[in-house]
């Protein structure tokens, strides 16, 4: 463990035990926050005078979508969804079930989804075909993190954060088996905490078989 490691391990506000269920830092906490107010300062000059709703994927995005709001400085609404994919074992088939519709109208409106973590795409394919068939203004996608290595579907990201390798990664909202979302830096997990090499990774990749939650 290097020690700019164990300094930021030590300087987080959480639990110890989360802490040493992480190999390595992969995005600090200051370089998160950095990066996004640089993405909603871009934001802010894209949607000036524009209709702007944020749509945030649950559970993964809510970390990012709070902070990304926050460093627009434009007029601006939220809303979210919630959906699940099927698959074997981890891997999602793009089979795609809406768990939790969103609660207003997109028509006419600029939609900005944001995810938190986009793998093979399915997923988010699935999200963008039906959203474009309610009308909206424009539509496009900001992400937290992509590891194009994991893609499957050319999918569309206007925004994107961070670029990763195929690590299994846990923090700032993303999850392994719902815990770590609180962690305030996306780190890797030990490998030894999760089951199969398959896992590897993430959020709505890193779930068992059958119904896969898309966060």
């Not at 601006?76 to 207003?104: Q, W």
Request: proline share 4%; glycine share 6%; net charge negative.
């Amino acid at each position: 463990m290097t020690e700019q490691l164990v300094r930021e391990l030590d300087e987080a506000p959480v639990g110890r035990d989360l802490i040493e269920d992480i190999d390595h830092i992969l995005v600090s906490e200051q370089q998160l926050q950095e990066k996004i107010a640089q993405v909603g300062r871009q934001l802010t000059r894209d949607y000036a005078g524009k209709d702007l709703m944020l749509i945030g994927v649950l559970k993964g995005a809510i970390m990012f979508i709070v902070d990304l709001s926050r460093a627009i400085e434009l007029p601006l609404t939220l809303d979210f969804m919630a959906v699940a994919s099927y698959g074997a074992s981890t891997e999602t088939s793009g089979i795609v079930r809406i768990l939790k519709d969103l609660d207003s109208s997109i028509e006419g409106k600029h939609v900005l989804i944001v995810e938190d973590i986009i793998d093979s795409g399915l997923t988010l394919n699935y999200i963008l075909e039906t959203l474009n068939t309610r009308n909206p203004a424009s539509l496009r996608v900001c992400s937290l993190l992509s590891k194009p290595t994991r893609r499957h579907v050319d999918v569309p990201i206007d925004y994107i954060c961070f670029e990763i390798p195929d690590e299994f990664v846990v923090g700032y909202g993303l999850d392994y088996n719902q815990i770590y979302r609180n962690l305030p830096f996306v780190g890797v997990l030990k490998p030894e905490l999760y089951a199969r090499p398959t896992d590897a990774n993430n959020n709505s990749d890193n779930k068992s078989a059958g119904e896969i939650e898309a966060e």
